[in-house]
């Protein structure tokens, strides 16, 4: 990177300036449609939230002075009003119930939020509104909860009836046994005056005696008074678990009345000024993506920028053109065209320049995948084998499709087959194109090297390599590399040779510093980049190579030329 390059300059957006203008208004135009588009739909069609149902039940508590609970009027009703009701009728035991009465068609939480309780104040009517997708269930859901308080509330009131009672009855029974030990003190009281009255004959004045005596003696009214109040307290009990009894069968319920819900005859929409802010927030987002994507396709890298980058020239740009998107993506350099004529200047400058500067091969490579680069390198092939600059158009085996899966020639042999010492005549495969055009390709090869994940190149490959394209024949090498942040072969292939690097909008000028430097470790000089505006995207079943060769080519195998032969 020369001096003039900063940090600030990479981090910048690799885009051209004109584009980097107009980006803003791209996203506003696309927005302000995509809004208006999304509002005119969700105006004109169905509500865009979901359709629902709402009805509403009603339930009447008892107020807390209807039943005199325990002999005393409200005393032991006193929490049971409209607030204290709309809590139990939220609680996750009535949802549960209600669930069950439902049968689970909705969970205990969907129970929970489809329904809303709302006490009267001051009252004792509690309005319950429930919710759903369809009539039927609404009206269902809605009766179905105060059933289930019911059910709740009964539990509940058995429960301290039963405590009550076993309370009481053990009162009772302890009163009662009071009370016995009381009579037979009483009796004993009686046994002993009658034992002193045995001197008086008379029985008229033996009865006397003994009641006056009775009467005068504390002890024996002190316990009469006791007898008679554990007898009446014995009294006050039983009818109090009595009472108990009758007050649980009253307050089982706790409901005083219930008033049904009635099914609803049409379903709650959305206002339309709902549906247009969704339908407009909507749009506005489609348009901003759309914005975006079309922004990201007319992306471009900045010439100067990366020129400055790379520390080599721009030798060319090759402007979009749908042919270079279908296989064999080979142009027709016979007529007069824009890209046929760029692809002409380009394969011409390069094979000059490698000439000139003794290299034997031009390896193109790029940053990343998929940027055009193996379309491309075919094109500059072919276009310098047309004007007359005898080039071998060599594949490495990288990408999808490869240049030997393009031409059919998977099961030949090629690069594999030089690297281990094998002469360039058995290798080089002629393939026919457009108006008598022929470009001499060597595949990848069917083994060794071929063959290896790594794809290495140990020091006999780079020694054959190098003797093979030296740069003194008049053969040049166009090598089809890989990217170069993928793999180390586009370096190693170019050792004797110079490195072409494609520019495709994927490219940033981070990537073009990663390359410069890695080239300047490895000593490999950097002819120049080339702008490849074409944004490449996935290959449709049309777009996959066939294991058959292309009708518009014609494969010519072991054909070598006599001057590029040895």
Same mark, same amino acid.
């Given at each position: 990177?020369?001096?003039?390059?900063?940090?600030? =300059?990479?981090?910048?957006?690799?885009?051209?300036?004109?584009?980097?203008?107009?980006?803003? *208004?791209?996203?506003?135009?696309?927005?302000?449609?995509?809004?208006?588009?999304?509002?005119?739909?969700?105006?004109?069609?169905?509500?865009?939230?979901?359709?629902?149902?709402?009805?509403?039940?009603?339930?009447?508590?008892?107020?807390?002075?209807?039943? @005199?609970?325990?002999?005393? @009027?409200?005393?032991?009703?006193?929490?049971?009003?409209?607030?204290?009701?709309?809590?139990?009728?939220?609680?996750?035991? #009535?949802?549960?119930?209600?669930?069950?009465?439902?049968?689970? *068609?909705?969970?205990?939480?969907?129970?929970?939020?489809?329904?809303?309780?709302?006490?009267?104040?001051?009252?004792?009517?509690?309005?319950?509104?429930?919710?759903?997708?369809?009539?039927?269930?609404?009206?269902?859901?809605?009766?179905?909860?105060?059933?289930?308080? @019911?059910?709740?509330?009964? %539990?509940?009131?058995? %429960?301290?009836?039963?405590?009550?009672?076993?309370?009481?009855?053990?009162?009772?029974?302890?009163?009662?046994?009071?009370?016995?030990?009381?009579?037979?003190?009483?009796?004993?009281?009686?046994?002993?005056?009658?034992?002193?009255?045995?001197?008086?004959?008379?029985?008229?004045?033996?009865?006397?005696?003994?009641?006056?005596?009775?009467?005068?003696?504390?002890?024996?009214?002190?316990?009469?008074?006791?007898?008679?109040?554990?007898?009446?307290?014995?009294?006050?009990?039983?009818?109090?678990?009595? %009472?108990?009894?009758?007050?649980?069968?009253?307050?089982?319920?706790?409901?005083?009345?219930?008033?049904?819900?009635?099914?609803?005859?049409?379903?709650?929409?959305?206002? &339309?000024?709902?549906?247009?802010?969704?339908?407009?927030?909507?749009?506005?987002?489609?348009?901003?993506?759309?914005?975006?994507?079309?922004?990201?396709? +007319?992306?471009?890298?900045?010439?100067?920028?990366?020129?400055?980058?790379?520390? @080599?020239?721009?030798?060319?740009?090759?402007? !979009?053109?749908?042919?270079?998107?279908?296989?064999?993506?080979?142009? /027709?350099?016979?007529?007069?065209?824009?890209?046929?004529?760029?692809?002409?200047?380009?394969?011409?400058?390069?094979?000059?320049?490698?000439?000139?500067?003794?290299?034997?091969?031009?390896?193109?490579?790029? $940053?990343?995948?998929?940027?055009?680069?193996?379309?491309?390198? +075919?094109?500059?092939?072919?276009?310098?084998?047309?004007?007359?600059?005898?080039?071998?158009?060599?594949?490495?085996?990288?990408?999808?499709?490869?240049?030997?899966?393009?031409?059919?020639?998977? /099961?030949?042999?090629?690069? $594999?087959?030089?690297?281990?010492?094998?002469?360039?005549?058995?290798?080089?495969?002629?393939?026919?194109?457009?108006?008598?055009? +022929?470009?001499?390709?060597?595949?990848?090869?069917?083994?060794?090297?071929?063959?290896?994940?790594?794809?290495?190149?140990?020091?006999?490959?780079?020694?054959?390599?190098?003797?093979?394209?030296?740069?003194?024949?008049?053969?040049?090498?166009? #090598?089809?590399?890989?990217?170069?942040?993928?793999?180390?072969?586009?370096?190693?292939?170019?050792?004797?040779?110079?490195?072409?690097?494609?520019?495709?909008?994927?490219?940033?000028?981070?990537?073009?510093?990663?390359?410069? &430097?890695?080239?300047?470790?490895?000593?490999?000089?950097?002819?120049?980049?080339?702008?490849?505006?074409? +944004?490449?995207?996935?290959?449709? !079943?049309?777009?996959?190579?066939?294991?058959?060769?292309?009708?518009?080519?014609?494969?010519?195998? =072991?054909?070598?030329?006599?001057?590029?032969?040895?």
């Amino acid at each position: 990177m020369t001096a003039g390059t900063s940090l600030d =300059d990479l981090s910048a957006a690799p885009r051209s300036p004109g584009l980097t203008r107009s980006a803003l *208004r791209w996203y506003v135009a696309c927005g302000l449609v995509g809004a208006l588009i999304g509002g005119g739909i969700a105006y004109a069609v169905t509500p865009l939230l979901p359709t629902t149902y709402t009805t509403s039940s009603q339930i009447v508590v008892r107020s807390p002075g209807d039943v @005199a609970l325990f002999g005393s @009027a409200g005393g032991g009703n006193a929490n049971l009003n409209s607030s204290t009701a709309a809590q139990i009728l939220r609680s996750p035991e #009535v949802n549960n119930a209600t669930s069950d009465l439902l049968d689970d *068609r909705l969970t205990p939480g969907q129970v929970a939020a489809q329904v809303a309780i709302d006490p009267v104040s001051n009252s004792t009517v509690i309005n319950i509104e429930a919710q759903a997708s369809t009539p039927a269930l609404a009206q269902e859901l809605a009766n179905a909860i105060p059933q289930a308080y @019911a059910t709740v509330e009964a %539990q509940a009131y058995r %429960q301290r009836a039963d405590e009550a009672t076993q309370v009481l009855t053990t009162l009772r029974d302890n009163q009662q046994q009071r009370l016995d030990d009381v009579q037979k003190q009483l009796t004993d009281k009686v046994t002993f005056v009658t034992g002193l009255s045995g001197n008086i004959s008379n029985p008229t004045e033996r009865a006397n005696w003994i009641q006056s005596t009775l009467e005068t003696d504390v002890d024996y009214q002190r316990l009469q008074n006791e007898a008679v109040a554990i007898t009446q307290s014995i009294n006050d009990t039983n009818d109090t678990i009595q %009472q108990s009894t009758a007050n649980f069968a009253i307050l089982e319920s706790g409901v005083d009345r219930v008033i049904t819900a009635e099914r609803p005859e049409s379903a709650v929409k959305s206002p &339309n000024l709902q549906n247009l802010a969704a339908g407009v927030v909507a749009g506005l987002l489609i348009g901003l993506a759309v914005a975006y994507a079309a922004i990201e396709r +007319r992306r471009v890298i900045d010439p100067a920028a990366a020129a400055m980058t790379l520390g @080599a020239p721009l030798l060319g740009t090759i402007s !979009k053109d749908r042919r270079l998107r279908k296989l064999p993506g080979l142009a /027709d350099l016979s007529e007069d065209t824009r890209l046929g004529n760029e692809l002409k200047v380009l394969s011409s400058s390069l094979v000059l320049s490698a000439r000139r500067r003794g290299l034997g091969s031009v390896v193109v490579t790029s $940053a990343h995948r998929r940027e055009g680069k193996s379309v491309l390198t +075919r094109n500059l092939a072919a276009a310098a084998e047309y004007i007359g600059q005898p080039v071998a158009l060599v594949d490495t085996g990288f990408g999808h499709p490869t240049t030997t899966e393009v031409f059919d020639l998977v /099961d030949s042999p090629g690069l $594999a087959e030089v690297l281990e010492g094998g002469p360039l005549s058995q290798v080089l495969h002629y393939i026919s194109f457009g108006d008598g055009g +022929r470009v001499p390709v060597v595949p990848v090869g069917l083994n060794g090297f071929a063959t290896e994940p790594g794809r290495r190149l140990n020091e006999h490959r780079r020694g054959n390599w190098a003797r093979l394209f030296n740069g003194f024949d008049s053969l040049t090498a166009l #090598v089809d590399a890989p990217a170069v942040n993928d793999h180390p072969l586009a370096l190693q292939l170019a050792a004797a040779g110079g490195l072409v690097v494609i520019a495709s909008p994927r490219t940033t000028l981070a990537d073009l510093e990663v390359i410069r &430097n890695r080239a300047d470790v490895s000593d490999v000089p950097v002819l120049g980049f080339i702008v490849n505006e074409n +944004r490449n995207g996935r290959r449709s !079943k049309a777009d996959k190579p066939s294991r058959k060769a292309p009708s518009s080519l014609n494969v010519v195998i =072991d054909m070598p030329d006599p001057v590029e032969a040895r």
